[in-house]
């Protein structure tokens, strides 16, 4: 009996047992709760990682956007020269500071050769033959000669005059307008780096430089380019436009009056094909595509009166100013100035003529440079006048440039545009704005 009550279990059923226990066992189902907690974890940690990925990137991305917009070109330029000035400052001036210290003060050696020739011209006059001419001249000479020579290498050490001053040519301004005439590739030569250290950073300095101020120069000539186009669409073709206007306006009235005395019939329609023919001709009408002609044209043959007519001539739409070329001779006109005041103003501030001063603006907006006229190496000029003029060599220097750049823009679009209507006239092309 006991055996028929006994009860095998099949292999299927014991392994099912052996699972429910696993999965009921509470060491296993912590064991489980955790591996999903940490599997969780490690998810939140990539998406965390990637998250932050993405946001660098973004960040990046905007960065760089914004450093090679125009006003981030120019924040960059001018924080690269401002830098460019402290390293050679710091370079440089270091080296010229000891230079000073291992010697006496130039002012002072001049001042003891002074001295010097001063006490040995009164003992020849009071012991030789002051009354013989020949011997006494001669002697005299010699003794100017050489103080000549020590003066001279008195200023090629730096002296400007005082009898005190210890030139100093690395100052920060002094070296501000050195980084720019780098990056301008203008190099005056009136100051050089002496140290190795400091040539090797002048050629680094010089291959990331330059390729940044010339982008940098065409973006704000482009930038000031658009800006002079624009006035020069309001102010002068702005009142061009009007007095052709009225001159249309008026035969428009002439032609309407003519027809309606000699009883003509859509004398308005025939007024509003000559306005339309007459304002096309004279540039007033701005058509983008083929639809907005048409569009104008059935607007102008829709006239039915004079009053409606004379309206829709002061309605149309002008030209865009960005299709409007600015002549070369009124570039040429603003370059000029510029180059005629910068003389004035150095004129004033150097006591140059005013020939020297706009030959130096020319040299320097030329990118020349040859470094015969620098600003803010006059004898007669304190430490605090020379670092202003120097910097403000610099401003004069930098905003000419941009100038420039501006002007070539403008000229460079004249004379495309110039050879565009050549090439319509000669049949070359049809459409003027193939190119």
Known sequence: MAAQGTRIESPDESNLNKEKFYYSHPSHQNQQILTNQTSITRREVRRKKTKKIEKFKNACKKTTTFLFSRVGLCIVCIGYVAVGGLIFRSIEGSYEDEKMKNKSLVGDLVNIRTDNLVHEIWNMTKFEKVFHEKNYTSKLKKKLIEYQKNLTDAVKDGYKGSLSYNATKWTYPGSILYSVTIVTTIGYGHITCETDTG???????????????LLCLANIGSSMANLFR?????????????????????????????????????????AAALSLAALTSNNLISHASADEKQN?????????????????????????????????????????????????????????TVIEGVYFCFITLSTIGLGDYVPGNSINDTDTQAELKLVGCSLYLLMGLSLLAMCFNLMQEEVTAKFKKLAVRLGIIDDPNYW
């Open 230 to 270: 624009f006035m020069y669409a309001r102010v002068c073709c702005g009142y061009c436009n009007y007095v052709k206007r009225r001159n249309i306006r008026m035969k428009a009235a002439a032609t309407l009056s003519s027809a309606a005395a000699a009883g003509q019939a859509n004398a308005a329609a025939a």
């Open 199 to 213: 040539k090797i950073v002048t050629i680094f300095y010089a291959i990331f430089g330059i390729p940044m101020m």
């Open 296 to 352: 104008e044209n059935e607007k102008f043959a829709k006239t039915a009166d004079a009053t409606e007519l004379i309206d829709l001539i002061d309605e149309t739409n002008v030209v865009d100013y960005k299709k409007i070329t600015v002549p070369i001779s009124i570039t040429l006109f603003v370059l000029s100035s510029y180059v005629l005041l910068g003389g004035i103003l150095f004129k004033t501030l150097e006591e140059w």
